[in-house]
T-cell receptor, first 115, second 111 residues
Framework: GAGVSQSPRYKVAKRGQDVALRCDPISGHVSLFWYQQALGQGPEFLTYFQNEAQLDKSGLPSDRFFAERPEGSVSTLKIQRTQQEDSAVYLC?????????????FGEGSWLTVV | GQQLNQSPQSMFIQEGEDVSMNCTSSSIFNTWLWYKQDPGEGPVLLIALYKAGELTSNGRLTAQFGITRKDSFLNISASIPSDVGIYFCAGRGGSNYQLIWGAGTKLIIKP
């Protein structure tokens, strides 16, 4: 597609439920990022993939969070046993390569509310 | 997590006024980026800065990469209603992929 596509756009989950958020990056983009954005805050880094390799997962807040990109294109962020503090917008972004001069394009986000 | 100091937090301006916002960091960055985020949307890149002292324009927007590499500002001239939204600065330091973000400046245009 023309841009980064995320689904679902909105998700309401009951506390304790598992959720899976999908990201389709721009075709051909090597780098893929997941960010978490709480209401009224800037995004915070969760994890980074270069192709299928997860090179950095230092931002994942707990072991309930898991991300994968098995074929180096589509990525899934999974949150197990959701808690209320997981309520946030989850943003996916991609860029053509890893270099500093490459523009990072963001998707519209998946808005998660845990009740 | 680590964040940049972005100010002001919000701005109430009249249409046609100029706007200025800035970000400061305690650490040196090698890239400064300015994004705009509309409600229900993801951030959209406005201006990217890669060199200390660099001054770059994008239409009515102008941004500068501070000489100390610890700050950046964004100016919007002659604001119009569609400028309303939240503006974020983001910086990249030693790691060349992880962005550190400001908390945003909310721009509101008074009727």
């Amino acid at each position: 597609g023309a841009g980064v596509s995320q689904s679902p756009r909105y998700k309401v989950a009951k506390r304790g439920q598992d959720v899976a958020l999908r990201c389709d990056p721009i075709s051909g983009h090597v780098s893929l990022f997941w960010y978490q954005q709480a209401l009224g805050q800037g995004p915070e880094f969760l994890t980074y993939f270069q192709n299928e390799a997860q090179l950095d997962k230092s931002g994942l807040p707990s072991d309930r969070f898991f991300a994968e990109r098995p074929e180096g294109s589509v990525s899934t962020l999974k949150i197990q046993r959701t808690q209320q503090e997981d309520s946030a917008v989850y943003l996916c972004a991609s860029s053509l390569a890893r270099g500093t001069g490459n523009t990072i394009y963001f998707g519209e986000g998946s808005w998660l509310t845990v009740v | 997590g680590q964040q940049l100091n972005q100010s002001p937090q919000s701005m109430f301006i009249q249409e046609g006024e100029d706007v200025s916002m800035n970000c400061t960091s305690s650490s040196i960055f090698n890239t400064w980026l300015w994004y705009k985020q509309d409600p229900g949307e993801g951030p959209v890149l406005l201006i990217a800065l890669y060199k200390a002292g660099e001054l770059t324009s994008n239409g009515r927007l102008t941004a500068q990469f501070g000489i100390t590499r610890k700050d950046s500002f964004l100016n919007i001239s002659a604001s119009i209603p569609s400028d309303v939204g939240i503006y974020f600065c983001a910086g990249r330091g030693g790691s060349n992929y992880q962005l550190i973000w400001g908390a945003g400046t909310k721009l509101i245009i008074k009727p």
